[in-house]
């Protein structure tokens, strides 16, 4: 799978579970932005196994 691919899954995928939690469960943003985080911690630790921790 390419990079793009797994950066776009990382990201959107946390996203979404967070809407979905906040509308289950009444909470406006509050599981929007921890799928945010937790979907930019995804995306550098997709980064990092594949480039950084290869190539250095």
């Not at 799978?1 to 509308?23: C, H, K």
Request: without cysteine.
């Amino acid at each position: 799978m390419g990079l793009g691919a797994l950066l776009a899954g990382a990201v959107v995928a946390p996203i979404l579970l967070g809407i979905v939690l906040d509308g289950a469960l009444r909470t406006s943003p509050v599981f929007l932005f921890a799928g945010l985080l937790v979907g930019i911690a995804a995306s550098v630790a997709v980064v990092y196994v594949r480039y950084v921790k290869r190539y250095w």
